[in-house]
């Protein structure tokens, strides 16, 4: 018995040392090497799970309580001599950390600087900004947690700053990662109205550049109590040029914007006011859909039920928000998206695969509804709760002069389940969408009487700033030549008719851009400042939400 007791016990504890083996970089000769970037912070992930204390023994750090358990670094000093490290908290990571940089080599090193909790990425987080280094010599990084009784990832990145103020320190984010930004109390630098408010609180940048090309929007998650958040964006970094997409001091998704392939992006979060302590704003910037892959939107874009871009397309998958492996989620408010198609004589059909929403009376918990149009009040298709796996495939066409199909769902607080395949195609068709887009605007001059009709959104879409979808649209072009003021003034010829509009300053639709101007459910008159001498084109887009069968309006454009 005492035998087998003791080979028990051997194994444990050999079980115990093979599942905490160190981590590569657990002494100075064998520090990862961190690559320097240009002006942004680049995190990459790391952890220090078995971390042991370095041999040889280095000179102490400091600072930072340092019981053992470091992990090392290197980098080479850029021209400049300056650098910043700074570090975060990833999910369920390591939330107190130190740091410390030493010059030498690994047998004979000299400490340069230690830091505690100087980041403004969490209250116990290091942040070291060191200038005055050797270019080209290389420098040591040693990171440890504050007490040694705390083990898990941490993010780390280093950079040289190339701008100032704000821009000396800018986050690099992708695209479906959520970013924290943590403002401390005090005055911000550039006191800037990016949304027509003065943010007199610290400013925090982070950058993006997009892999593919299209309007996009931005989610935020959270945000402290009380806080009214500045969020703008701009392709370079300075105190002008920023185009806002939000003031707000809730949760919610904003935009539509466009952004370009290969572009980086600034995205600028400023708070009002300088705080009395600490806030905190979450957010994410969502991922262009590609590959024909489409997921239904849990919430609306600024406050409306339209919780994406209207797609054109002939081919693609539909599914919930949880895509084809996860439920779909809670509390979706009735929010919709409309599919088009892009070619003139085809209409869109959908083939349901696999359906399964939570069964209730009436479907007034949750429900998925399809609609025979591009907008939420188009005639009703199907709707339906429950699972209906042994009925599918099922097939639903679009029979509406657009050739469109809208998809609705709402989900109440409890209970979700798999959720929708859908497959979405074309069909031949004598009745849907003609080329109704800007490639084939009517030119105009003056005032105007228009009658017109409109089948539908066209075979391309337009979505960014202040126009969040296409319905039923007719598109104008017009010439400014000289500078000045411009009214422009929309008139139903019948009462109760809405109409809506958005004007862009561009002489190509492929490059639209945002709207300068735009109406969507406001009285449709703007007074526009032209401020180009030379002659400019604008392209005007009217639509409603109904369709337009030899409607007509009076278009007034002066110049004061």
């Known amino acids: 018995m005492k035998k087998y007791l003791l080979i028990t016990i051997v194994f444990i504890v050999a079980f115990c040392i093979s599942g905490y083996s160190q981590p590569a970089n657990d002494n100075c000769v064998n520090a990862i090497t961190l690559n320097v970037g240009n002006n942004v912070c680049n995190f990459s992930t790391y952890t220090n799970v078995g971390a042991t204390a370095s041999t040889p023994v280095p000179p102490a750090p400091g600072c930072g309580n340092y019981l053992g358990g470091d992990v090392w670094f290197k980098f080479t000093v850029p021209a400049s001599g300056h650098v910043i490290i700074d570090t975060r908290t990833p999910s369920g990571g390591v939330q107190d950390l130190a740091m410390a940089i030493y010059s030498g080599t690994c047998s004979s090193l000299t400490l340069i600087e230690c830091d505690d909790d100087d980041s403004d990425n969490g209250t116990y987080m290091p942040k070291i900004d060191r200038s005055g280094l050797t270019p080209g010599s290389t420098v040591y990084i040693r990171v440890w947690e504050y007490g040694n009784n705390d083990f898990g990832s941490f993010e780390i990145c280093i950079f040289e700053p190339s701008g100032t103020g704000p821009c000396s320190n800018v986050t690099a984010m992708n695209c479906g990662a959520i970013q924290t930004a943590t403002i401390t109390t005090g005055l911000g630098e550039w006191n800037t109205p990016y949304c027509g408010t003065a943010a007199t609180g610290k400013?925090?940048?982070?950058?993006?550049?997009?892999?593919?090309?299209?309007?996009?929007?931005?989610?935020?998650?959270?945000?402290?109590?009380?806080?009214?958040?500045?969020?703008?964006?701009?392709?370079?970094?300075?105190?002008?040029?920023?185009?806002?997409?939000?003031?707000?001091?809730?949760?919610?998704?904003?935009?539509?914007?466009?952004?370009?392939?290969?572009?980086?992006?600034?995205?600028?979060?400023?708070?009002?006011?300088?705080?009395?302590?600490?806030?905190?704003?979450?957010?994410?910037?969502?991922?262009?859909?590609?590959?024909?892959?489409?997921?239904?939107?849990?919430?609306?874009?600024?406050?409306?039920?339209?919780?994406?871009?209207?797609?054109?397309?002939?081919?693609?998958?539909?599914?919930?928000?949880?895509?084809?492996?996860?439920?779909?989620?809670?509390?979706?408010?009735?929010?919709?998206?409309?599919?088009?198609?892009?070619?003139?004589?085809?209409?869109?059909?959908?083939?349901?695969?696999?359906?399964?929403?939570?069964?209730?009376?009436?479907?007034?918990?949750?429900?998925?509804?399809?609609?025979?149009?591009?907008?939420?009040?188009?005639?009703?298709?199907?709707?339906?709760?429950?699972?209906?796996?042994?009925?599918?495939?099922?097939?639903?066409?679009?029979?509406?002069?657009?050739?469109?199909?809208?998809?609705?769902?709402?989900?109440?607080?409890?209970?979700?389940?798999?959720?929708?395949?859908?497959?979405?195609?074309?069909?031949?068709?004598?009745?849907?969408?003609?080329?109704?887009?800007?490639?084939?605007?009517?030119?105009?001059?003056?005032?105007?009487?228009?009658?017109?009709?409109?089948?539908?959104?066209?075979?391309?879409?337009?979505?960014?700033?202040?126009?969040?979808?296409?319905?039923?649209?007719?598109?104008?072009?017009?010439?400014?030549?000289?500078?000045?003021?411009?009214?422009?003034?929309?008139?139903?010829?019948?009462?109760?008719?809405?109409?809506?509009?958005?004007?862009?300053?561009?002489?190509?639709?492929?490059?639209?851009?945002?709207p300068v101007r735009c109406s969507y459910a406001m009285a449709p008159t703007y007074a526009y400042q032209i401020l180009r001498q030379q002659t400019t084109h604008h392209v005007l887009l009217v639509f409603n939400l109904a369709p337009l069968t030899m409607k007509t309006i009076k278009v007034l454009l002066d110049t004061m």
């Open 203 to 514: 400013e925090k940048i982070f950058a993006y550049t997009p892999t593919e090309t299209g309007a996009t929007t931005l989610t935020v998650t959270s945000i402290t109590a009380s806080t009214n958040a500045n969020i703008a964006y701009n392709t370079n970094c300075g105190t002008t040029g920023w185009t806002c997409i939000a003031r707000t001091n809730a949760t919610g998704t904003y935009g539509p914007f466009n952004l370009e392939a290969g572009i980086t992006y600034y995205f600028i979060i400023d708070l009002e006011g300088i705080g009395t302590a600490t806030r905190e704003i979450q957010f994410y910037i969502s991922c262009l859909e590609s590959g024909g892959t489409y997921k239904h939107p849990t919430q609306g874009i600024q406050g409306t039920f339209n919780g994406a871009c209207m797609v054109n397309t002939s081919s693609g998958t539909y599914t919930d928000d949880g895509g084809l492996s996860n439920p779909y989620s809670n509390n979706i408010n009735s929010i919709y998206r409309t599919f088009c198609p892009d070619q003139p004589g085809k209409a869109l059909q959908a083939t349901i695969h696999s359906l399964n929403i939570e069964l209730s009376t009436g479907c007034e918990n949750d429900a998925l509804i399809i609609r025979d149009g591009p907008t939420q009040g188009s005639p009703m298709l199907w709707g339906g709760c429950g699972n209906w796996n042994t009925d599918c495939p099922m097939t639903f066409k679009a029979t509406n002069s657009s050739g469109c199909l809208t998809f609705t769902f709402w989900s109440n607080a409890s209970v979700v389940t798999e959720g929708w395949n859908i497959t979405l195609s074309t069909y031949d068709t004598t009745i849907a969408q003609t080329t109704n887009d800007c490639t084939s605007a009517t030119a105009i001059c003056g005032a105007t009487n228009l009658s017109a009709a409109s089948p539908g959104p066209g075979l391309t879409s337009t979505c960014g700033g202040c126009n969040l979808s296409e319905n039923f649209s007719n598109w104008y072009l017009f010439e400014i030549t000289e500078s000045g003021k411009m009214a422009l003034d929309i008139k139903p010829q019948k009462f109760f008719e809405d109409y809506d509009f958005a004007l862009y300053k561009s002489d190509n639709c492929n490059a639209l851009g945002d």
